[in-house]
């Protein structure tokens, strides 16, 4: 297959955020696919569209001038959106391809994968990372009627135009047959890349022989957004909690985003930055592997809204990979999973004193601590595993596209090479 992989945050293990398109994309190469990722290039200061190529793993990356950041405002993400939207429109649609694909978020990336499809006379599948639009309407992000409903015809416009859905939760796809039920929908959660976690144990005891403030000390550690969604002051609070029962229990955020001078002013005020918590920077995600192979309980938090309980968040899933522990603070389909499976905790949505006193005991017992890992891998090998993931995703574009089995693989060689700058 001839594929234009569309995404507006496409990410490379030298870079921070999510891997899933790039890990997707590197498969679909080694199964002898051709693959055009067209993305944004977020960290460029150009005040005009320029475009360079880059080959990532045998995908022909092309990358536009669009700088976005987790701080910038509602307009100005908006704003960016759809910027990008008409700028990947005309350069996807110039490709030669059998199907496009897009995944979200935000939605808007259905404005040129369907124009995409349309013009090339290709199908479409729409990959939904999210639960669109109720996720923005119930944090505030579409506040008047004519916004909601602008969101909502782009929404069934984006279903009607793809041959098929993919979904990242249970959550996800029961949101969308519920309202669209002819709509075809598969899930494909979000996975855990061993291979890249293989040597997290011995990344994680280099990394505590040379920090300071970790030592042998146990950890608990967040690695993601701190974006207004995450709510990470629920483990700042935690931290504050646990500072008397176990002053030895260290915390570590791991990321960047528009809360994180906010998160340290609230830590510092509680008395816990640089004593028992500690807020580094974003890291690439070959780096963070370290911290999640030092962690003995990997943590994800959003605010306490059941429209975000339907996430997929990566760092459970790293977590996973990297055979730990792993915690959140909301019910859905990953509370489900830790639950049955006995692969970490379940926290108190509202109470961050709470939460704290149960990781203290959860920590404090070597014989729980042990059966959560060996859990924590079971899950990462035999349900969650990329490869596993990546068949069932291969297969929903080779029946969209009509053929139901692989074709005659292309050699590597015969991928296109890339124009402009490398």
Aim: aromatic letters at 8%; proline letters at 6%.
């Amino acid at each position: 297959m001839r594929i234009v992989y569309l995404h507006q945050y496409f990410r490379t293990p030298t870079m921070s955020g999510g891997t899933r398109s790039y890990e997707f994309a590197r498969r679909l190469v080694e199964r002898g696919h051709e693959v055009h990722v067209v993305t944004s290039d977020t960290e460029a200061v150009a005040d005009r569209p320029t475009w360079r190529t880059s080959v990532e793993a045998g995908a022909v990356v092309h990358w536009v001038a669009v700088p976005y950041r987790n701080a910038m405002s509602h307009r100005d993400r908006l704003t960016a959106f759809g910027r990008f939207a008409r700028l990947a429109a005309g350069r996807a649609a110039s490709l030669e391809q059998d199907i496009v694909f897009a995944t979200s978020t935000p939605l808007t990336i259905a404005i040129p994968g369907g124009y995409t499809a349309r013009r090339r006379r290709v199908p479409m599948v729409l990959e939904v990372r999210d639960v669109w639009p109720e996720v923005p309407i119930a944090l505030g992000a579409l506040r008047s009627p004519a916004s909601r409903w602008a969101a909502h015809r782009l929404e069934a416009w984006a279903y009607r135009n793809a041959r098929h859905i993919v979904a990242l939760s249970p959550g996800m796809a029961d949101s969308i047959t519920r309202r669209f039920p002819d709509a075809p929908v598969t899930v494909v959660p979000n996975g855990c890349d061993r291979a890249l976690f293989a040597d997290a144990d011995r990344a994680g005891e280099q990394l505590r022989r040379t920090t300071g403030w970790l030592g042998d000390r146990p950890l608990v550690l967040y690695a993601g957004a701190l974006g207004f969604v995450n709510q990470v002051d629920y483990l700042v609070q935690m931290a504050q909690a646990a500072l008397t029962r176990h002053p030895e229990l260290r915390f570590a955020i791991v990321g960047d985003g528009a809360e994180r001078e906010r998160l340290r002013t609230l830590a510092r005020e509680l008395g816990v930055l640089d004593r028992n918590l500690f807020v580094l920077g974003a890291m690439p995600k070959s780096s963070v592997t370290a911290f999640f192979g030092a962690c003995d309980l990997a943590v994800s938090t959003v605010r306490n809204e059941p429209a975000l309980r339907a996430n997929s968040a990566n760092k459970i899933f790293d977590g996973l990979a990297a055979g730990r522990p792993v915690a959140v603070n909301h019910e859905g389909w990953i509370a489900d999973t830790i639950r049955e499976s006995g692969s970490g905790l379940v926290l108190p949505a509202t109470d961050p004193a709470a939460a704290a006193t149960l990781v203290v005991d959860f920590l404090a017992d070597p014989a729980r601590t042990t059966a959560a890992r060996l859990a924590a891998r079971r899950l990462a090998e035999t349900r969650f595993d990329r490869d596993l993931l990546f068949a069932r995703f291969e297969q929903v574009l080779l029946d969209a596209l009509g053929s139901g089995q692989l074709p005659l693989a292309r050699q590597p060689q015969d991928v296109a090479a890339p124009v402009g700058d490398r």
